[in-house]
Structure formats: structure tokens, C-alpha cells
């Protein structure tokens, strides 16, 4: 099985993005592509931004008037993806991370920044590859479990706090 993921990383200018976050951004991709079983190459792209942007993006997408930690616009459908015609890599779609959420919710809830975007990512590569968590239930619970177990596998196991927000 081959799971190689291109993660492409950006920024907005005013944003600084903390040593150590791209390499672990990129190892939480792979971690969820290997977890899942996903064959083949694929492409994520990731861009950290302010809570600013991440509210008009929110508003603009989901018709939702406040800022957020994390947005994904999957590309894909049913397990079927657009395919990057250079490198034959299957285009999973999009992520967006709040510096300013993380580092919020990562004090509140009394672990690491990384702890954060480590969580953030894979949730949100999770949400990529099909998985929802909107309507609760077993979905949610399914979703959860995948998340703490990509996690726990990276060395970013939770600790008391169990974040159940959207």
C-alpha cells in the first residue's frame, strides 16, 4: 500500500506559524492516509490564517457569521477524487486552520499548540476522506475514535479534556 501525501502549506502574510508545525502538519496527512488504508498518492493542501479570514471564509461557505478553528472543503466524493494529471495524485481537498482558535483552544483546553493542530489536522483530514461528525451519534463516535487514534499513534494523545465542538 502506498500512502505518500504532497501537503501543500501556506499562510496568510500577518500569520506566523510556529517551528515545527509544517513537518508536523505533514506527519498527522500521512498518519490519517495510513490509518484509513488509503491507497495510492495523494494531495492535501493546508493554509493557516487569523480568525479574520477564517470568518469571512466561514460566512462565505457556511453561511455562518463567526470565526471558527478549522474549515475542510473536501474535493472528493464517495471515494472518488480529482486527480492531479502531473503526479497522478488524488486531490483531497482543502484545510484551513485559525492560528488564533488554536492557540486558544489549546490553552483552554490545557495542552500543546501542536496538541491543536495535531488535532486539528486529522480531524479535518478525516473530514476530507468522507467522515461527519454534524449529526452526532455513532458517526460522531466513529469520527472521535479514528481522530485519538491517529493521534495517540503521533505521540498527541489527549489528555482529561475531550473536545467535542465542531
Known amino acids: ?14 500569520v506566523i506559524v510556529p517551528t515545527g508545525v509544517r513537518m508536523l502538519v505533514r506527519r498527522c496527512c500521512t498518519a490519517v492516509l495510513i490509518n484509513e488504508l488509503f ?6 493542501s493546508v493554509t493557516f490564517t487569523d480568525d479574520v479570514h477564517i470568518r469571512e471564509l466561514n460566512k462565505q461557505y457556511r453561511d455562518i457569521d463567526k470565526s471558527t478553528d478549522v474549515l475542510s ?6 471515494g472518488e477524487y480529482d ?11 482543502d484545510i484551513v486552520i485559525s492560528i488564533d482558535h488554536a492557540e486558544a483552544q489549546a490553552e483552554e483546553y490545557g495542552h500543546s499548540l501542536q496538541r491543536e493542530i495535531g488535532f486539528l489536522t486529522v480531524h479535518s483530514m478525516l473530514h ?12 460522531e463516535v466513529r469520527m472521535r475514535e479514528k481522530e485519538e487514534t491517529v493521534l495517540t499513534k503521533l505521540g498527541l494523545k489527549r489528555n482529561e479534556t475531550y473536545y467535542m465542538g465542531n
Open 39 to 44: 491507497d495510492g498518492p495523494a494531495e492535501v
Open 83 to 93: 486527480i492531479n494529471h502531473d503526479t497522478g495524485a488524488k486531490i483531497l481537498g
Open 1 to 14: 500500500m502506498n500512502s505518500k501525501v504532497r501537503v501543500i502549506i501556506s499562510k496568510d502574510d500577518n
Open 128 to 139: 476530507l476522506l468522507g467522515y461527519d461528525h454534524v449529526n452526532g451519534g455513532l458517526e
Open 73 to 78: 472543503f473536501p474535493l472528493g466524493e464517495n
